[in-house]
């Protein structure tokens, strides 16, 4: 095979401060040249990487939350084109492709298949994958009243690749549903209620589940939480750990007020010989698929499948000519139990999987660095097959509202075939094909519940969110419960999931009104 057309990652970098006072701590800029130095670094290169960097001709950089949603807008600064700023820091000025791809978790696997797509296709030699986030010292910051400097113009745009989707129905929206707290809550319950657990029995098995996870980042350096929650300590409603979205509570959700920052670099084998670098910092991406699931979360005929995640796992090991049996590690995205436990059924392993679930501590523990988590979740796998020449780590990363899924399959040993990216056009099709629920946005009379959450804030339970269907028709539709106080605490006492009640409209929005027993 030309060795000018086989990408390899050849070195990982990653950051995470949690220490550094605000009027000291580093902008998202800085953590990100800091992670892209480490990676240079750690490729074992001539001249701790330097002559690598310059010869860099792609760089991405993951979006920022603060260039994502509205609510983490920063209010000191914008970087107009953050993969140029970075070029000009490492001093890649042949860098022309500058790529800020959308929003979404997914986006650290798939810039990296594309990196190796390029190199493959002769389109590139050498490419920069980075991102970061510095909300923990622009939160610290903006309570101590700072005026920070964190923008910086440049002369032209990143391309930014496809634009970015709305995830929320205009009917979710207008029920309170514009979180992920709300959505994953429903997923969740949907999912316990599948499997036939009571909501104590899944908030237990939730809080089991996690604590493997904070194990693994109790002993990450690199995590923010590293006090080894147990289960019990996880599941307990307390002031320090309260519901969120019930039945979630705080310690069972993404953190995401972190400075955390991560990179990896990508070359051609011709490129890695050129620059010296050692056959044992080699690592190759042998499968890569990504696609999404019927958009919209309420559109769904079924809230605890994942058909995104089982063939976009399914297409990268086939790939690389593996099955889930040859896997020797994973890490898999975390942002709410919900997540990880599909994960599960659709790769067919147990929640308690001796191999492990998580590489970094995940998103709860380790720490959830805006889109930016599995760009970590990869530099860790790196480092974890290299140790262990030969095995296969898989990373599967989530998007959304168990929206869009994207599978990676690494290891250190050098692929018999050139590289070349699953049919994912192919797999979309196949999840398009799929009957959306019949659904109806004013809906009346005689109903019950088919899914629910009760939002909490600050003092305690604030709304009832839920899913349900008409008696009649057996339509969906979206509809909050009365907000009274002993509407939404027996919510939280009974079984809710097939509750009848009435669902009528006012003032414009669908009230479910519940009947207990």
């Given at each position: 095979?030309?060795?000018?057309?086989?990408?390899?990652?050849v070195g990982t970098g990653q950051v995470?401060?949690?220490?550094?006072?605000?009027?000291?701590?580093?902008?998202?800029?800085?953590?990100m040249h800091d992670a892209v130095k480490l990676a240079a670094a750690d490729s074992g290169a001539q001249d701790q990487g330097a002559a690598l960097l310059r010869g860099?001709?792609?760089?991405?950089?993951?979006?920022?939350?603060?260039?994502?949603?509205?609510?983490?807008?920063?209010?000191?600064?914008?970087?107009a084109n953050a993969p140029w700023s970075i070029a000009q820091r490492v001093g890649a000025a042949n860098a022309t492709d500058l790529v800020c791809p959308p929003q979404g978790g997914d986006s650290s696997v798939v810039m990296l298949a594309r990196a190796c797509e390029r190199i493959a296709q002769g389109e590139s030699q050498a490419a920069l994958v980075v991102g970061g986030e510095a909300l923990r010292t622009e939160l610290a910051a903006k309570r101590a009243g700072l005026q920070l400097q964190w923008g910086e113009d440049a002369p032209t745009t990143p391309n930014q690749l496809t634009g970015v989707k709305d995830m929320y129905t205009k009917a979710e929206e207008k029920h309170g549903m514009r979180s992920a707290i709300a959505m994953y809550a429903?997923?969740?319950?949907?999912?316990?209620?599948?499997?036939?657990?009571?909501?104590?029995?899944?908030?237990?098995?939730?809080?089991?589940?996690?604590?493997?996870?904070?194990a693994v980042a109790r002993d990450n350096p690199l995590a923010t939480r590293r006090k080894g929650y147990s289960a019990e300590q996880i599941a307990e409603v307390n002031a320090e750990n309260p519901f969120v979205g019930f039945p979630y509570?705080?310690?069972?959700?993404?953190?995401?007020?972190?400075?955390?920052?991560?990179?990896?670099?990508?070359?051609?084998?011709?490129?890695?010989?050129?620059l010296g670098i050692p056959q044992d910092k080699r690592v190759y991406l042998h499968g890569e698929a990504h696609a999404h699931n019927t958009w919209f979360v309420s559109d769904r005929e079924r809230l605890d499948q994942s058909p995104a995640m089982r063939l976009t796992s399914r297409a990268a090991l086939?790939?690389?000519?593996?099955?889930?049996?040859?896997?020797?590690?994973?890490?898999?995205?975390?942002?709410?139990?919900?997540?990880v436990q599909?994960?599960?059924?659709?790769?067919?392993?147990?929640?308690?999987?001796?191999?492990?679930?998580?590489?970094?501590?995940?998103?709860?523990?380790?720490?959830?660095?805006?889109?930016?988590?599995?760009?970590?979740a990869i530099a860790e796998m790196v480092q974890r097959v290299r140790a262990k020449p030969g095995a296969y780590g898989l990373v599967m990363a989530n998007v959304g509202l168990v929206t869009k899924a994207s599978v990676g399959l690494f290891s250190t040993e050098r692929p018999n075939k050139p590289f070349m990216r699953a049919d994912s056009d192919a797999i979309q099709r196949e999840i398009d094909a799929q009957t959306k629920v019949r659904f109806t946005?004013?809906?009346?009379?005689?109903?019950?519940?088919?899914?629910?959450?009760?939002?909490?804030?600050?003092?305690?339970?604030?709304?009832?969110?839920?899913?349900?269907?008409?008696?009649?028709?057996?339509?969906?539709?979206?509809?909050?419960?009365?907000?009274?106080?002993?509407?939404?605490?027996?919510?939280?006492?009974?079984?809710?999931?097939?509750?009848?009640?009435?669902?009528?409209?006012?003032?414009?929005r669908n009230v479910f009104t519940p009947r207990f027993g």
């Open positions: 095979m030309d060795k000018t057309r086989i990408p390899v990652i995470t401060d949690t220490t550094s006072k605000p009027e000291e701590g580093r902008s998202p800029l800085q953590l860099l001709d792609s760089v991405t950089v993951i979006r920022l939350f603060a260039d994502t949603l509205p609510r983490f807008a920063s209010p000191f600064g914008k970087l429903l997923i969740g319950q949907a999912l316990r209620h599948a499997a036939g657990q009571t909501v104590d029995q899944y908030r237990e098995a939730s809080a089991k589940l996690f604590a493997r996870f904070a509570t705080k310690l069972m959700t993404a953190s995401a007020f972190v400075d955390q920052s991560a990179a990896f670099i990508v070359v051609s084998e011709a490129r890695a010989d050129e086939a790939q690389a000519g593996k099955t889930i049996a040859d896997v020797d590690v994973f890490d898999i995205y975390s942002c709410f139990p919900s997540v599909i994960a599960c059924k659709e790769l067919g392993i147990s929640p308690d999987d001796k191999r492990g679930l998580t590489v970094t501590g995940g998103l709860p523990y380790f720490g959830g660095p805006g889109n930016n988590y599995v760009t970590h946005e004013a809906p009346q009379g005689d109903a019950t519940i088919e899914t629910y959450a009760v939002l909490h804030g600050k003092n305690g339970p604030e709304s009832g969110v839920l899913l349900g269907r008409l008696a009649a028709t057996g339509e969906r539709f979206v509809a909050n419960t009365p907000a009274d106080a002993a509407t939404l605490a027996k919510l939280e006492q009974v079984e809710g999931i097939g509750l009848p009640g009435t669902v009528t409209q006012v003032d414009g």
